[in-house]
Every structure is written in structure tokens, then in C-alpha cells.
């Protein structure tokens, strides 16, 4: 392996904590109107700004035993639990892709995690994180896997429009909203990354991910209303993580 392709796959390692633990306090301070970008991290029980000691990532919690060190109100499990998983999915990205790839499969990965959390808690996906993913995925497809500029753009177009289309319809049928409005502009990020012929296997990914929920409440002997909201949003995460991993389907089967 050349220096080069150690030092993208070191990052994607490196970074999955420090990501994780910026991805915890977005997934809380995003739907609570919370500012995010300026001011130091503190304590929600005694209001002690956080040092670098209290910030590393896993080994703080690890260190602390999950307890604020001045007041021992407990720290959130989500910060170590986001920390883990995006340790796991830059370490997964780094085993799967060598080179720049690893490092782009890893802010994919984290980017969809992110979204997927927020959407699973609270039914949203903000503007403010579907779009700039699909400015990521342009650049992507064109700066490193070296795809034309129609790639992406037909990707995010039909990602976009076909979502779009079925939300007019089951309106319009139904007379009332079947998906969220941020949905089809997630899909549309995520074609700007997978190109179009890809997409279909996301949804696909997505739909199987969708019925293995209800299987398992129905399991769990939990009652499943047949109006009950879902977050469509999660799963078309999982879907393109899946097929960005191991391919489009009809790919993969032939």
C-alpha cells in the first residue's frame, strides 16, 4: 500500500470518533433551534465548560464512566454510541475502498448517519443537511471517481423527481401527505452520489428495511397501525449505504 493510500485510510479511521462526537451534539441541537457552530461544549447539569480532556472521544466517557467529573450528572449515551458507530463505518470504508474512496465512503456513511438519526427522532430532514450531501456527491462523482457532470445530475434529478412524483400522486389519491417534504430532496442527494441506474437498488435496500421494522414489531407483538408514520428517511439511508458498499443489485446479482 503507497503512503498516499495509508494516510486516506488512517483518516477515515482517525476521524470516525471526533466525528461521531460532532454528529451527537447536531443530532441534539439542530431540531432544539440550539446554535451549533460557535460556543464551547458545557454540562447540561452544572453548566461547566467542557475541556479537551472531557472531549475525547470513547476514552473520555470511557475515563469518566459516563459522568461529568465536577457534578456526575451522566453524559448521554448517544455521544459514545455515535462515536462507536462512526468509528465503525470509517473503519468499514477503509476495508472496502484504498485511497481518496475510503475517506469519501466514510463522510457518506457519517453524513446518512447523521440523517437518519434526526429523521428517526423527530420526522425531519433539514435542508440544511440534505443539500450540501448532494453538493458532496457531485463533487465526488466528478473529482474522484471521475464520472461526467451528467452523472450526478441525472442522479439527483430522478432521485428527486420520481419521490417528488409519488408524493403528488398518493396526495392527490389519498388527500393527504404520504412522505415528508425532505425526503425527495434526500433521494436526490443521494443520486448525485450513486448515479441514477443506481437508485433503484436504494430503494429497493430501503423498502426491505422498511418491512423488516414492521416484521419485527409485529414480532415483538407491538401493534401496527396501518397509518402509523415511518421515517422513510432512515431507510433510504440504509438503502444507499448498502448500495454505494456492494453495488447496484442488478449488478451484483448478474
Known amino acids: 500500500m503507497q503512503v498516499s493510500e495509508i494516510f486516506w485510510t488512517l483518516a477515515a479511521i482517525v476521524l470516525g470518533p471526533f466525528v461521531g462526537s460532532f454528529v451527537g451534539l447536531l443530532t441534539l441541537r439542530l431540531p432544539a433551534e440550539r446554535p451549533w457552530a460557535a460556543g464551547r461544549s458545557a454540562c447540561d447539569g452544572c453548566g461547566r465548560k467542557l475541556g479537551p ?20 450528572a451522566a453524559i ?17 470504508s477503509a476495508a472496502a475502498f484504498a485511497g481518496p474512496m475510503a475517506l469519501a465512503t466514510a ?50 434529478a430522478v432521485g428527486f423527481g420520481a419521490l417528488w412524483l409519488l408524493a403528488w400522486i ?21 443520486g448525485a452520489w450513486t448515479g441514477w441506474t443506481a437508485l433503484p437498488s436504494v430503494v429497493v435496500w430501503a423498502g426491505l428495511a422498511g418491512i423488516s421494522v414492521a416484521l419485527a414489531q409485529l414480532i415483538l407483538r407491538r401493534k401496527v397501525a396501518l397509518d402509523q ?23 451484483f446479482l448478474g
Open 53 to 72: 480532556l472531557d472531549l475525547l472521544p470513547i476514552l473520555s466517557f470511557a475515563t469518566l464512566r459516563g459522568r461529568c467529573r465536577s457534578c456526575g
Open 76 to 92: 448521554p449515551r448517544r455521544y459514545l454510541l455515535l462515536e462507536l458507530a462512526c468509528l465503525g463505518i470509517g473503519a468499514w
Open 107 to 156: 463522510v457518506f456513511g457519517w453524513w446518512l448517519l447523521l440523517l437518519a438519526a434526526i429523521d428517526g427522532e423527530h420526522f425531519w430532514l433539514p435542508d440544511m443537511l440534505t443539500l450540501p450531501l448532494g453538493a458532496a456527491g457531485f463533487a465526488v462523482s466528478i473529482l474522484v471517481l471521475r464520472e461526467s457532470v451528467w452523472t450526478p445530475v441525472l442522479g439527483s
Open 170 to 190: 398518493y396526495e392527490r389519491v389519498r388527500g393527504r401527505q404520504g412522505l415528508g417534504g425532505g425526503d425527495p430532496r434526500l433521494l436526490g442527494a443521494i
Open 229 to 251: 408514520r415511518l421515517p422513510f428517511g432512515v431507510f433510504l439511508a440504509i438503502g444507499a449505504w448498502l448500495t454505494w458498499l456492494l453495488g447496484p443489485l442488478h449488478g
